[in-house]
């Protein structure tokens, strides 16, 4: 997608990899100055090697998502390099699967903490700057299973289900100071987390989507970009399904 994002600054929470390193990517090949942020200190380092091979706009500052002096360092950070922030892109998520019935409260908490409070975080930490800037974008990747749920993942699915309340909750607040909140729901991706299946397993699932296969990073991205962009400012507090028709 050609959307020029040129002296528009973009933070992205879990870039260090898979969908967040590829909206990150995308952005910063669109011309936006990019945050990069994550809780891996090693993961970081390899994108900011990559980010630097590319000559790409960017800075990167270490967050887990789950501490709110680390949270509001990123914000204040940004801005202290930047002098303002355009979009917010809450990517960062976890997985702990497990069955319910053998869930432990460390699976359900640690999932909760990131998927859902880290949100909360980062979102009321960037709020009232950009209500103050009348101005802002904020993107939340949720999952389709936030709307189906998802046999083994109830912790997982439940943060996500919790984002999307959260989200249009917040949308409707901040919608007078021409800020709008956004959801992508990804589907099947293919990322470092599928690639350890099986083609059977692949096979599988791609049986139950219309499109008959997987979607990739970039779709994730390409459709953050849209959200970014002025053609969605008359958009806010919406889902989009990116699952090649999973969900309809």
Known sequence: MNIDFS??????????????????????????????????????????????????????????ITKNNEVKNLIEETINKYGKIDVLVNNAGITRDNLLIRMKDEQWDAVIETNLKGVFLAT??????????????????????????????????????????????????????????????????NTEMTSVLSDKVKEEFNKNIPLKRMGEPEDIANTALFLASPMADYITGQIINVDGGMVM
């Open 124 to 189: 009321r930490s960037i709020a009232k700057f950009f209500m103050k800037q009348r101005y802002g974008k904020i993107i939340n990747i949720t999952s389709v299973v936030g709307i189906t749920g998802n046999a083994g993942q109830s912790n997982y699915s439940a943060s996500k289900a919790g984002l999307i309340g959260f989200s249009k909750s917040v949308a409707k607040e901040l919608a007078g100071r021409n800020v709008t909140v956004n959801l992508i729901a990804p589907g099947f991706i």
């Open 7 to 64: 002296k528009k600054v973009v933070i992205v929470t879990g870039s260090g990899r898979g969908i967040g390193r590829k909206i990150a990517e995308t952005f910063a090949q669109s011309g936006a100055s990019v945050v990069l942020s994550d809780y891996s200190e090693e993961a970081l380092i390899e994108v900011k090697e990559y980010f630097s091979s590319k000559s790409y706009s960017f800075e990167a500052i270490a967050c887990n």
